[in-house]
């Protein structure tokens, strides 16, 4: 696994030095939801950088429609965290005027499917601006996105937008699988000199774990969430969990899966994924997102280009499929559930060549 | 605030008595079935719902001005006593709310409202150029577009309030000023805290209007479509209304605004208020009121029986209702899918 995929940006940004934990002696660890613990981390983010500020819809005295800002206004004031009026490019377009003027936004969408009125600003203006002004007007923000299925919700309430913004240069992309990964990732993520799409698991946001506040290991990368040897799960966000349960019930047959938590969905971890396939030989890669032209498809390139010759089959991938969206009522068949999970692993295991 | 041109023709007369009390009974009607929805909701028969409560007169009151022979409708996501106006099937309206499909089952083009649409101001601008249609096509339709406080932030908005200008489209801007856009009061949401005003800018005629009096609402959209109807162009219509309660069933009010706030900030319930005013112009008695409720009450019944009876979509609509043409990709996933999904 790979801890310099964003090597050499703490030098550029002072407040990760202030941000890091210090050392690893006396580890401290809390149980709580991910809210929680996202709540926590801007928290604390709030308190270590005097230019951070948090905006958005409802986000100031609702504490945003999904909790994660609450209590901000009250505690930091509402020059820090404030309500904007309901215009997504306005949100995005003023987060660029705000980094130029050397604050370090952490804006919020209010659902993944709300970010499209904005994607002209992201794409357009925060993407560019660092190339554009050659270096000198970097943009520190880090734009939250409640995303993903999985809550009954309505139209462009659930949306899997991550090849969308992967694809884009000048975007990075992170998604936290549990609120141990959600308090570490989103205080490195907010602590960065270049724009981070925060991609939040709304569907996991009331799940409960363990946060070790001290040692977060390395907030870079990959990340092995279990050990296997007959085949590697490729995932990231909400669909972490659910490998993590396909693998407990695989291992029920003999299947010793490994489960890797991709986290960084730009830049993506090559060598993190080369190491685990090299092991194990196979691969499935799960998303929620629409098959064609998902990141499942870079994965397997990924894979395919450093394992061409350990592979014992074909990258299989498990997905949402080429369709908008489901309502609530469709959309147990849309998102990949353990059925269609082990269809998958059971296609490479038993692939054999022609 | 008034800047529209006095209209002549139907839009000047008065309601007739038989008019208004069927608005009342519209009113009722819409009202037993929005606080039913919410009770749905708690009883878990649909998963969410956006309530109206306290809007019943700026929905049935423009939703009655319009001519569903020649007129169009573009809703958002709260415009449920808008379509009962206009008569839309309303088992097929709630299955939006039953997350059995986005959009709604009912037919748009036949019940002349287009799908129910949870992008904020995601409506106004197909407003403009379904009405533009009309002047290319040489008729005399008009669309109506509904929006928020909020929505008016919407950059979408601007354009569309521009366009439809420049274009002199025949469109009704009908703004239901609710006094919030989820927790952010007006006054954080509109500059100016006028949405009628910044229609002068775009050269366009506006009302603003008490939109919790149904028969000031019902005038001034009459006015306004025969304005937009005469090729004089766009019309917009701020509606001063308040919502009481939740801005949906998954919201907590309480964090924003505190009951003593709502009670001044709501005023007088619009449909009682209606009510009164009936009784003291001898236009409706106790009777036609208890009458008028028991219709509700069936109404609802049936309704709610319907969604009861809703089963969910067949999974192949999924795959068969993304394109008229299907592709080679989607027919394949369409396979795996039925086949994974039967071996199960
Ligand atoms: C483009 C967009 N951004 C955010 C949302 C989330 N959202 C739903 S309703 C709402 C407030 C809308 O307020 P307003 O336009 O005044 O209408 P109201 O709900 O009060 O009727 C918000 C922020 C949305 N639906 N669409």
Redesign the interface.
Known sequence: MSNSILEGESAVHPTLAAGAPESTAAATTAVMSMQQALNRALDEVLADNPKAVIFGEDCGRLGGVFRITDGLQAKHGEQRVFDTPLAESGILGMSVGLAMAGFHPIPEVQFDGFAYPAINQIVCQIARMNYRSRGTMPMPITLRVPSFGGIRAPEHHGESLEALFAHVPGLKVVSPSNPNEAYHLLKYAATRPDPVIFMEPKSRYWQKGDVNLADGGSPTGAKVMREGRHLTLVAWGAMVARCLQVAELAAEDGIDIEVLDLRWLKPIDAEALAASVRKTRRAVVVHEAPLTSGLGAEVAQLITQSCFDTLRAPVERVTGFDVPYPSGDLEDEYIPNIDRILFGIQRVLEYKRG | MDTLPVASGDAAEPLTPAQLRELYSLMVAVRHLDTSAIAWQRQGII??YAPELGQEAAQVGSGYAVDTTRDFVFPT?REMGVARTIGVDMVAYMS?H??????GLYDPLESRLAPIQ???AGSVLHAVGWAHGQTLDGKDGVAMTYFGD??S????VHEALNFAAVMKAPVVFFVQNNGW????PTE???AGGSVAARAAGYGIPALRIDGDDVVAVVEATRRAFAHARAGNGPVLIEAMTYRRGPHST??DPG??RSLDEERDGAGVDPLERFRQRLLADGVADEAFFAEALAAAKAEEEQIRTGIQALG??P?T???DL?FQET?P??QA??AN?RE??E??
Not at chain 2, 153 to 156: F, L, T, V
């Open positions: 998963p969410g996501y939006t039953k997350a059995t499909w986005h959009g949870a992008v904020v909020g929505a932030s919407q950059g979408d856009a989820i927790s952010v954080r949401q509109v998954s919201d964090r924003y969910s979509r999974g609509e999924m795959f993304v592709t990709a989607l996933q369409a899918w994974e999904s071996h199960v």
